[in-house]
Nanobody, 124 residues
Framework: EVQLVESGGGLVQPGGSLRLSCAAS????????MSWVRQAPGKGLEWVSS????????TYVDSVKGRFTLSRDNAKNTLYLQMNNLKPEDTAEYYC?????????????????WGQGTQVTVSS
């Protein structure tokens, strides 16, 4: 059974940092591209960042470039999102998603497996 379990969310002040983790099991993690997707209150899903299966290539939505860093540890079957200089507009439920391909994609429909999410709230 494929499982993606996010952790690391919480309440942080503007300018603060959080590191999200996504623990994967039930599939060969090292052969799947991965993404983080978020959903702000009352809004739709927004793609945030993607990484290819080997970890050599990443891409980000413009609003987080220079602040967020996506990485993965294939030996630990874990995906990470380091979020620095957080802003109130980053407040959202954050989901990790897995794509059955080594190639990253920004298209949400390309991702077959999704976690349950972790809440990030940026507020003073």
């Amino acid at each position: 059974e494929v499982q993606l379990v996010e952790s690391g969310g919480g309440l942080v002040q503007p300018g603060g940092s959080l590191r999200l983790s996504c623990a994967a099991s039930g599939f060969t993690f090292s052969t799947y591209a991965m993404s983080w997707v978020r959903q702000a209150p009352g809004k739709g899903l927004e793609w945030v960042s993607s990484i290819n299966a080997g970890g050599s290539s990443t891409t980000y939505v413009d609003s987080v470039k220079g602040r967020f860093t996506l990485s993965r540890d294939n030996a630990k079957n874990t995906l990470y999102l380091q979020m620095n200089n957080l802003k109130p507009e980053d407040t959202a439920e954050y989901y990790c998603a897995a794509r059955q391909s080594t190639i990253l994609s920004r298209l949400l429909n390309d991702y077959a497996y999704w976690g349950q999410g972790t809440q990030v709230t940026v507020s003073s």
